[in-house]
């Protein structure tokens, strides 16, 4: 995820110091993960205790929220969560030694 030197300053072409960075913190670090994780678990969750006519019998009466269902909207919160990640490591940087 990050590069780990001990020179934190690069020396250009033309001899100018720059600072190194990496291109963004790591992604267990970020708050988008820790809401996918919640949501994912949430979503897993109320499928498994959701059932149709709302008496608690876990859906004797037809199942109202399945498991392919759930893990269809599972599938559609990673891709959310894929184009976040892309979309913040297109545009920011983190210094190495911030």
Same mark, same amino acid.
């Given at each position: 995820?990050?590069? !780990?030197? !001990?020179?934190?300053?690069?020396?250009?072409?033309?001899?100018?110091?720059?600072?190194?960075?990496?291109?963004?913190?790591?992604?267990?670090?970020?708050?988008?993960?820790? +809401? %996918?994780?919640?949501?994912?678990?949430?979503?897993?969750?109320?499928?498994?205790?959701?059932?149709?006519?709302?008496?608690?019998?876990?859906?004797?009466?037809?199942? %109202?929220?399945? +498991?392919?269902?759930?893990?269809?909207?599972?599938?559609?919160?990673?891709?959310? %969560?894929?184009?976040?990640?892309?979309?913040?490591?297109?545009?920011?940087?983190?210094? +190495?030694?911030?």
């Amino acid at each position: 995820m990050s590069s !780990t030197t !001990t020179n934190r300053t690069d020396t250009s072409s033309n001899g100018a110091l720059r600072r190194r960075s990496t291109e963004t913190k790591a992604a267990f670090k970020t708050t988008e993960f820790i +809401a %996918y994780v919640v949501i994912t678990v949430a979503v897993l969750i109320a499928s498994l205790v959701v059932d149709g006519n709302g008496n608690g019998d876990n859906g004797a009466g037809g199942d %109202y929220f399945r +498991a392919d269902r759930a893990w269809f909207y599972v599938v559609l919160l990673t891709i959310g %969560y894929l184009v976040s990640r892309g979309l913040a490591k297109s545009g920011s940087r983190e210094h +190495a030694d911030a």
